[in-house]
């Protein structure tokens, strides 16, 4: 069957939860919505609690079942390669999927999305096999002999995002699985096409069944239902930083152990010696790559007074430039929001600029066709205590602020709740390496727009989250440690 013909199956047909390795149809159903036309694609159900529930206890039963608990690490990573290759071989029908379901661009998640979410599987396939403790010396040597184990942490509940559905879902999935986790993951209900079919993708593996089972639904259901589940051991999450705050207070029940990927307002900051040309440009993609909604997203340009008009004027020529279009568009450069209340959010900060005195430099308008396309916009004339300064809008909105030293630039950019990123462009070693110090943020870009990679720690300072996803530290985030004293 041809991938185009794979997806119409697809989306016709009657979407349950995967609950045990069975699907679940019964109840109420969310429609998916092409935020490209506004048009319904798909419909998913609608979980309960008590479905959260039955998956909760499908996910304890595989934990402890001997074909999880006690399958060696080696196999546990070919699952997790074999999964990686589903992926890629996949990739066609899974693009197609998730340009319908988000509206972004097929040929970037071919080129993007896709590729990284089977480097990610790989990542962690590698990572099975490493999973260690240590030998330590303790007070008494001779009399006692202590060692660490790592263990997995037990059953973990994953909720994720809309802005790269597939991506976030393999971001918690791939480390909990080499951890020896098993899963109870709710996508979003904007988003959940990509997450269902990797779950059968999972089991087409060799997985057995119940290490990974999906909950579809609202957020104040089904999220909130995993995040205050006694039989939850820990939550990973990504989205923003008030849900972040009620899972913490759900989680407190149990103390389960939670990781948190929440909002960003991240700066870009160029210094006049910069290579101009690639820090113009990485400015504007910064805000423009994905609409804006990206956790990471440049949201707040300082550029030094020198250079301030040149590069100002650049990212507004961009703005200009970017062909919003609907994800099969070949030529399309961003595409829509990801629904009318997505949209109506954004549309209220621009206006809410306005009144503030903000100026818009270009865009501020929602394009007059259907869908939820919203122009590439630039605010000049922003002060600190603005909203649109100081919240994240996670849309293709940039403000724009001058500055005259390092000191200056730091204390502005530092002056947010938040801290996921920052990314500074100067060829002068020491501006480099003083920021990359003073910034208050989980990563630094220096000269460059991009930066994740599996083996580098992700995750924020401050409100933008706790705990880092990718790398051994990802990894530990679905370990528990046990120490062992025998005794003489
Ligand atoms: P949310 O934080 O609401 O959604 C993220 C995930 O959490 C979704 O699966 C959502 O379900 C779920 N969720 C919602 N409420 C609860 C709850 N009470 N308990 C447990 N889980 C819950 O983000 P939104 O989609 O509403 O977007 C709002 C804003 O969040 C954006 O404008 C942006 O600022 C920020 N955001 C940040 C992201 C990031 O990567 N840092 C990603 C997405 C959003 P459901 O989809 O059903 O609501």
Redesign the pocket.
Known sequence: MSSHAEVEVFLSRKHGHLIDGAWLTAGERIEVVNPATGKSIASVAAGTAEDVDKAVRAARRAFEDASWSACSPSQRGRWLWTIADLIESHAEELAELEYLDNGKSRSVILKGDIPAAADVFRYFAGWATKIYGQTLAVSRPGTLHAYTVKEPVGVAGL?????FPLLMAVWKLAPALAAGCTCVL?????TPLTALRLAELVHEAGVPAGVVNVVT????V???A??AHPGVDKVA????T???K??LQ?AAGNLKKLSL????KSPTIIFPDAKLPAAKQAAAMGIFFNAG???AAGSRLFVHRAVFDEVVDSVIASARAIRVAPGDDPQGQMGPLISAK?LQ?VQGYVASGREEGARVAVGGQRLQREGYFFQPTVLLDTRREMRVTAE???GPVLVCGQFEDLDEVAREANDSIYGLSASVWTQDLNIAHTLARKLQAGSIRINTGGGLDPNLPFGGYKQSGWGREFGEEGLALYLQTKSVLIGA
């Open positions: 909720i994720t995002p809309w802005n709710k996508p979003a209900e904007e639904g609202y957020g104040h089904v999220g909130a995993l995040a999450f990504t989205g923003s008030e849900v972040g009620l899972i759900a990927e929440l909002g960003g909604q990206v956790c997505h959010r994240e809008i996670f």
